[in-house]
């Protein structure tokens, strides 16, 4: 039997709670994304301890499904199983990615960040279903992983990766077309959505431009 997952959206909202603007909760800055047509999110709130972590991913989780969207727990395995979630994203410090599908099995999604081509062909061995590149501008998540990367590599592993490629790290609305002319298959990002007024209005223009 064929395994039953596809990456079927171009658009990954990546949560951050502490982006949020004054008076707004993450999962009504979550609904709003989705009543703008957000296909696809990553709950990733590494302080959370186990237990809030669980009753967040249970929240998220019936909201995606009301709206038919993805969800993907990032580096948790165990609370991606008990949420019933489509899957994971796994980063450098992760379980390596093939452990990590023999526990998830055939059918549940994993992405795995990526900051060369070397992580890229290592993930797809592994038995990946796609990567984020990163990062590819400036942004405050991903300083510790040093200076942008820029245009010219994720280029460079858009064309090789044998997996699909988001592009991550200060993407925004107008950077949208310089990724995918890259060949990026779709972008992954936080503050273009949860930092946004309208959130609802961020997503739907992201969408437009995907």
Do not use: W
């Not at 059918?107 to 592994?126: E, F, K, P, T, W």
């Amino acid at each position: 039997m064929e395994p039953n997952r596809c990456v079927d959206f171009r658009l990954l909202l990546i949560s951050d709670r502490n982006l949020l603007p004054p008076g707004l909760s993450l999962l009504n800055s979550v609904e709003q994304a989705l009543n703008g047509g957000l296909p696809a999110i990553q709950l990733r709130e590494k302080d959370l301890p186990a237990r809030d972590l669980f009753r967040l991913a249970e929240q998220l989780r019936d909201m995606t499904r009301r709206y038919g969207a993805r969800l993907l727990i990032n580096d948790r395995l165990d609370v991606a199983l008990a949420v019933e979630a489509d899957g994971v994203q796994l980063g450098g410090k992760s379980l390596p990615t093939a452990a990590a599908r023999r526990i998830l099995g055939p059918n549940r999604l994993i992405g795995c960040s990526c900051h060369s081509l070397a992580d890229a062909q290592q993930a797809a061995v592994g038995g990946a279903d796609f990567i984020t590149f990163s990062p590819v501008y400036f942004t405050p998540s991903k300083a510790p992983f040093g200076p942008p990367q820029g245009l010219a590599p994720l280029q460079a592993v858009c064309a090789a990766s044998p997996l699909p490629v988001f592009a991550l790290g200060g993407i925004h609305l107008e950077r949208v077309p310089a990724v995918l002319a890259c060949g990026a298959d779709g972008v992954a990002l936080i503050s273009a959505i949860l930092a946004a007024p309208d959130p609802q209005q961020a997503t739907r223009a992201l969408l437009a431009a995907l």
